[in-house]
């Protein structure tokens, strides 16, 4: 059985939405869970059980500045799209104020125990009385 695309819901239940390697688009009508909630977290994760213990970490996208209103009224589509490539793209709108977030993401990179590279960049602080720690291959530029 193939794993499955989903969300985490409020209750930590994993909700699938896509089966991965089968390429298709859905779209989910998500609610706020609190009155005048201004913004929503929506986790997405892969696995193949109804717990998001046992699945694997995707991505998150966060919708931040929707129309304050009570619990369950807002509505935020969710899009999700699986291609031919396992290429998963999300995307979340508040159909009120039309704040929104987009993400995409290979699924063929996270699969596997890959280790994480070190970033690529550096943080050199604008204010040089900030300390930022010890770091002894840091290099002043």
């Avoid at 991965?20 to 869970?33: F, G, Q």
């Avoid at 369950?72 to 979340?92: F, H, K, P, V, Y």
């Amino acid at each position: 059985m193939a794993a499955s695309i989903g969300i985490k819901l409020d209750d930590s239940k994993f909700f699938p939405v896509l089966e991965e390697d089968s390429p298709a688009s859905k779209v989910l009508e998500l609610t706020t869970v609190r009155d005048d909630q201004t913004s929503v977290q929506i986790n997405l994760f892969r696995g193949d059980e109804d717990t998001v213990a046992a699945a694997s970490y995707v991505g998150t996208l966060i919708i931040e500045d929707i129309t304050a209103r009570a619990a369950g009224e807002a509505t935020i589509e969710l899009t999700l799209t699986l291609d031919g490539n396992n290429e998963l793209s999300a995307e979340a709108v508040d159909l009120d104020s039309g704040s929104r977030q987009a993400l995409s993401v290979s699924l063929e990179t996270l699969g596997g125990d890959e280790m994480f590279s070190l970033p690529d960049f550096d943080l050199t602080p604008i204010d040089d009385s900030l300390n930022l720690g010890a770091d002894p291959e840091r290099r002043n530029v």
